[in-house]
Nanobody
Framework: QVQLVESGGGLVQVGGSLRLSCAASGRTFGTYAMGWFRQAPGKEREFVAA????????YSADSVKGRFTISRDNAKNTVYLKMNSLKPEDTAVYYCAARFAIDTILLITTTAYHYWGQGTQVTVSS
């Protein structure tokens, strides 16, 4: 069982930056593939970025490529999402997710993940 707690959300102006963090419980964080998803009001939850369990592989959605960077620190049981050049359409609740996986595996669908955090709100104002 893994518990995930997101933090770092908030209100930011267009073009600004935020760094989200997702802290995981347990000693087996390094065996989990991790992902970030987001859900805007009235829309389905969508994939943002994923990282393999060692951090050797990453993948981002086209909508955030070049602006968002996913990373992880297995010694700190934490995965990050650095968001630059934020746009109003980035406004959403952001969730991190985890699933045990072999290394190099990237998971990009909501159904692939077993564990979810409670989410953190990101609001980009124009």
């Amino acid at each position: 069982q893994v518990q995930l707690v997101e933090s770092g959300g908030g209100l930011v102006q267009v073009g600004g930056s935020l760094r989200l963090s997702c802290a995981a419980s347990g000693r087996t964080f390094g065996t989990y593939a991790m992902g970030w998803f987001r859900q805007a009001p009235g829309k389905e939850r969508e994939f943002v970025a994923a990282i393999s369990r060692s951090g050797s592989n990453t993948y981002s959605a086209d909508s955030v490529k070049g602006r968002f960077t996913i990373s992880r620190d297995n010694a700190k049981n934490t995965v990050y999402l650095k968001m630059n050049s934020l746009k109003p359409e980035d406004t959403a609740v952001y969730y991190c997710a985890a699933r045990f996986a072999i290394d190099t595996i990237l998971l990009i669908t909501t159904t692939a993940y077993h564990y979810w955090g409670q989410g953190t709100q990101v609001t980009v104002s124009s």
